[in-house]
């Protein structure tokens, strides 16, 4: 298939596409700024300039495509109604672009906090009614329902995968507890009960094998799929999993949420009027509040045979060499 691929100069975007080229389809990139492009250029059959905020270019990226595999999407902002501009709006204008070209596949990458938080040891099924509670994981929905509310009862059929923490090498977030881990001092925020917080991970490599395989599943078509890692973690195994990939225990220092948040706040506010954004926020603390985060990968076991192998302590392993090599640890 001839597949348009957004976000592939991203951290997620760069192994899906090498992942679709193995399974031996076309890519055909869309891109915003060639300059932060060139290794993808190198790698894409084709690249084109477009934005999800301008239909037009979208329309041309579309023409003469199989598949769409929307990666592209904001996960932090300076405020809420800049998610939606991109996760949202972004969403529906590519969802337009792909109906009106008449293309048959469009894959949505969402994600988790789309669906919310899961109970204690009951992981998430995508069937569950969704319960976002911060304004990423409500614009992540909104992005899936604006597809659905496009595509549906068209010839292009929808598939929507929701992946919970990624991480691994490229990763901007998760490098920094590595970071202070080597440092030898890392916040813990909420104390020791957030020790003991459940959360699925998943590693980029196994994500992106997932994505392609969706891709080219009939079986996935019109559903929504979660595509965890080979097994779950508590907070406390992820800090013990990166301390031992780093080579050095941390001292951990607890961070009540009632003084986190006037922290988050303070943050968030200085980079706001900087003009940047930062994973360090409120909304980010609000996720963290409602408690595990962990999702079922059973029905893309059985639609597309989904199988991550990348076990958390080797996948960390690797993102610590990675950082290592690129001078980051």
Same mark, same amino acid.
């Not at 597949?3 to 076309?26: D, K, N, S, W």
């Not at 250029?41 to 301008?54: C, F, I, P, T, Y």
């Not at 926020?281 to 408690?291: F, P, Q, S, T, V």
């Given at each position: 298939?001839?597949?348009?691929?957004?976000?592939?100069?991203?951290?997620?975007?760069?192994?899906?596409?090498?992942?679709?080229?193995?399974?031996?389809?076309?890519?055909?990139?869309?891109?915003?700024?060639?300059?932060?492009?060139?290794?993808?250029? &190198?790698?894409?059959?084709?690249?084109?300039?477009?934005?999800?905020?301008?239909?037009?270019?979208?329309?041309?990226?579309?023409?003469?495509?199989?598949?769409?595999?929307?990666?592209?999407?904001?996960?932090?902002?300076?405020?809420?109604?800049?998610?939606?501009?991109?996760?949202?709006?972004?969403?529906?204008?590519?969802?337009?672009?792909?109906?009106?070209? /008449?293309?048959?596949?469009? $894959?949505?990458?969402? %994600?988790?906090?789309?669906?919310?938080? %899961?109970?204690?040891?009951?992981?998430?099924?995508?069937?569950?009614?969704?319960?976002?509670?911060?304004?990423?994981?409500?614009?992540?929905?909104?992005?899936?329902?604006?597809?659905?509310?496009?595509?549906?009862?068209?010839?292009?059929?929808?598939?929507?995968?929701?992946?919970?923490? $990624?991480? /691994?090498? /490229?990763?901007?977030?998760?490098?920094?507890?590595?970071?202070?881990?080597?440092?030898?001092?890392?916040?813990?925020?909420?104390?020791?009960? %957030?020790?003991?917080?459940?959360?699925?991970?998943?590693?980029?490599?196994?994500?992106?094998?997932?994505?392609?395989?969706?891709?080219?599943?009939?079986?996935?078509? /019109?559903?929504?799929?979660?595509?965890?890692?080979?097994?779950?973690?508590?907070?406390?195994?992820?800090?013990?999993?990166?301390? &031992?990939?780093?080579?050095?225990?941390?001292?951990?220092?607890?961070?009540?949420?009632?003084?986190?948040?006037?922290?988050?706040?303070?943050?968030?506010?200085?980079?706001?009027?900087?003009?940047?954004?930062?994973?360090?926020?409120?909304?980010?603390?609000?996720?963290?509040?409602?408690?595990?985060?962990?999702? %079922?990968?059973?029905?893309?076991?059985?639609?597309?045979?989904?199988?991550?192998?990348?076990?958390?302590?080797?996948?960390?392993?690797?993102?610590?060499?990675?950082?290592?090599?690129?001078?980051?640890?």
């Amino acid at each position: 298939m001839r597949i348009l691929v957004t976000g592939a100069t991203g951290f997620v975007g760069g192994p899906t596409l090498r992942a679709l080229q193995r399974e031996g389809h076309q890519i055909r990139a869309l891109v915003r700024d060639r300059s932060r492009a060139q290794t993808l250029l &190198s790698r894409a059959d084709e690249v084109v300039d477009g934005e999800l905020r301008d239909p037009a270019s979208l329309a041309r990226a579309c023409a003469g495509i199989d598949a769409v595999v929307h990666v592209a999407g904001l996960t932090k902002a300076l405020r809420s109604e800049d998610f939606d501009a991109v996760n949202v709006r972004g969403t529906k204008h590519l969802c337009e672009a792909a109906r009106d070209a /008449g293309v048959g596949r469009f $894959v949505l990458i969402s %994600s988790l906090a789309a669906a919310g938080a %899961s109970a204690p040891g009951s992981p998430r099924t995508p069937d569950a009614p969704p319960f976002p509670v911060s304004a990423y994981g409500r614009s992540k929905l909104g992005g899936e329902r604006s597809a659905a509310a496009i595509l549906t009862n068209t010839s292009v059929k929808l598939t929507i995968l929701r992946p919970p923490i $990624v991480y /691994g090498e /490229g990763d901007p977030d998760l490098l920094v507890v590595f970071q202070q881990c080597r440092r030898g001092v890392l916040p813990v925020v909420g104390g020791a009960k %957030s020790l003991q917080i459940t959360y699925s991970l998943v590693h980029v490599d196994d994500l992106a094998r997932g994505i392609a395989q969706a891709a080219s599943a009939g079986a996935a078509c /019109g559903n929504v799929y979660s595509l965890p890692g080979p097994r779950d973690a508590t907070l406390l195994q992820i800090i013990q999993g990166v301390e &031992s990939a780093v080579g050095r225990r941390a001292r951990r220092i607890p961070l009540p949420f009632a003084l986190a948040k006037p922290a988050a706040w303070l943050a968030q506010t200085s980079l706001r009027a900087a003009g940047r954004a930062s994973i360090v926020n409120l909304d980010k603390l609000r996720e963290m509040e409602a408690g595990d985060w962990t999702c %079922s990968g059973e029905s893309a076991r059985r639609d597309f045979q989904y199988s991550p192998a990348i076990d958390l302590e080797a996948g960390l392993a690797r993102q610590a060499q990675w950082a290592r090599a690129k001078g980051l640890l």
